[in-house]
């Protein structure tokens, strides 16, 4: 039986009214109070009733947007497009910036609901097996629900994704094409789908062509930033590589910031390709080989199919696997590469 604002009520020994305003951090209730409310809110697993909320306001037409972070251009240039396409079809977008934190993720899926979104579309953290409860609260509101550019593990709802192994296949296929054998990949140690698929196509190609990689050749960092890529660019260096690959330009971009000052020459001694195509790929001093996400597709994709659950009502119930839609992404060669 579901827990009701009364059960809290009544267990916290308060009126209905006072259990209401602790719960929705109102005004009128001492610290005291609000503090033993909410204690006993989350023993019995409350979740508010926002259906019920809804009875008395306006259909909002909004949908949430949940992002890790738009300090990376990657992130931003995804705000960019859902935003447009939120216009296009007549939605307000509300955004909600988790910066990788559960806690954060679960303080914008509580005020998207407050909003009464018709849906919601989640940008995963790129954190390790995250702490994802807080999705539980759009499930039993049966609010839709769609995963963009990754997924969580364990979740059955659509996602649209970059086909990250055929990505990487093709790039290091044309690196081995060029006669560079001896290739470094760097990745990140979180068991995601998108650092995994990466390294799968790296290894499908060189298996393919007969090319040993010695294990001492992949390199994994906690986070896929600039500032770890960076820190590990010398010790890549001892491996005297003739080609090094990144899971995403930012890294691209500090590594050859190292070897530059290392007196290292791109690509005459080294070539390097990234991940991704954001702006600075193509505006950067020396342009970056890499390989692009289709972002606008992968964006329109989410969006028709969250548009889609929208309209029917409710979303649809998971058949069998997770849905993901894989979008092939565009080898790009410029200067870093021979």
């Given amino acids: 039986m579901k827990v009701t604002i009364k059960d809290v009520a009544r267990e916290a020994d308060v009126s209905v009214a006072t259990a209401s305003m602790a719960i ?3 005004r009128g209730v001492n610290a005291e109070t609000r503090n033993k409310v909410l204690r006993i809110a989350e023993k019995l697993a409350y979740v508010p009733n926002y ?4 009875l008395v306001t306006k259909d909002s037409k ?3 947007l949940l992002v890790p972070e738009i300090v990376n251009p990657y992130y931003s240039a995804i705000v960019d497009i859902m935003a447009k396409l939120a216009e296009q079809k007549g939605y307000t977008l509300l955004l909600g910036i988790s910066n990788s934190k559960s806690r954060t993720e679960k303080m914008y899926i509580e005020s998207f609901m407050e909003r009464r979104v018709l849906g919601v579309i989640v940008v995963p953290m790129l954190r390790d097996h995250p702490d994802i409860g807080h999705l539980e609260l759009l499930r039993s509101e049966k609010i839709p629900m769609v ?3 990754e997924t969580y593990a364990g979740c059955m709802e659509p996602c649209v994704m970059c086909d990250f192994s055929s990505g990487e296949y ?3 296929r044309y690196l081995l094409g060029k006669g560079l054998k001896n290739i470094c990949f760097i990745s990140v140690r979180m068991d995601v789908n998108f650092a995994n698929m990466r390294l799968q196509g790296f290894m499908k190609a060189v298996d393919e062509a007969g090319v040993t ?5 992949l390199f994994f960092v906690e986070e896929p930033n600039f500032q770890a890529a960076y820190d590990i660019t010398d010790k890549i260096l001892e491996r005297k590589p003739e080609a090094i690959i990144c899971i995403n330009d930012m890294m691209t971009l500090a590594i050859m910031k190292r070897l530059d000052e290392r007196g290292v020459h791109i690509p005459e001694d080294i070539s390097v390709a990234g991940f991704d195509d954001m702006m600075f790929a193509e505006l950067a001093q020396k342009p970056i080989t890499t390989v692009r996400q289709p972002l606008s597709d992968i964006c329109r994709q989410t969006m028709d199919i969250l548009e889609d659950e929208i309209k029917s009502g409710v979303p649809k119930p998971p058949v069998g696997r997770q849905k993901i839609a894989l979008i092939r992404p565009e080898v790009v060669i410029r200067n870093t590469t021979k």
């Fill in 24 to 26: 929705n951090n109102k």
């Fill in 51 to 54: 259906s019920a909320r809804s």
């Fill in 62 to 64: 909004s949908i949430g």
């Fill in 147 to 149: 995963f963009c550019t």
């Fill in 170 to 172: 093709e790039m290091t």
């Fill in 213 to 217: 990689v010695p294990e001492e050749n």
